[in-house]
Nanobody, 126 residues
Framework: QVQLVESGGGLVQAGDSLRLSCAAS????????MGWFRQAPGKEREFVAG????????SYADSVKGRFTISRDNAKNTVYLQMNSLKPEDTAVYYC???????????????????WGQGTQVTVSS
């Protein structure tokens, strides 16, 4: 069992930046593909970004490409999401997730992830 704890959310203005962090309890963190998802009120949870075990491969939703950057520090069991040029439509609860299935590719479907954090709220005002 892996526990994931997100932090770094908050209320910002359009154009601002935030960095989300997700700390994992597992000593095998480096074996997991990690992902960030988000869910806005009344909408389904959607993939935002994912990163491979070593960090050498990343994947992004089209809506955040060029603005968000995912990274990881396996020594600290932590994955990050740097969010720049935030827009009101980025407002959502952001969730960190871990995929334990040793995939070569970064999964983008929520059903492919096994462990989830509790989420952190990001609100972007216009």
């Amino acid at each position: 069992q892996v526990q994931l704890v997100e932090s770094g959310g908050g209320l910002v203005q359009a154009g601002d930046s935030l960095r989300l962090s997700c700390a994992a309890s597992s000593s095998t963190f480096s074996n997991y593909v990690m992902g960030w998802f988000r869910q806005a009120p009344g909408k389904e949870r959607e993939f935002v970004a994912g990163i491979s075990w070593t960090g050498g491969r990343t994947s992004y939703a089209d809506s955040v490409k060029g603005r968000f950057t995912i990274s990881r520090d396996n020594a600290k069991n932590t994955v990050y999401l740097q969010m720049n040029s935030l827009k009101p439509e980025d407002t959502a609860v952001y969730y960190c997730a871990a995929d334990r299935n040793y995939r070569v590719v970064v999964a983008t479907g929520s059903h492919e992830y096994d462990y989830w954090g509790q989420g952190t709220q990001v609100t972007v005002s216009s």
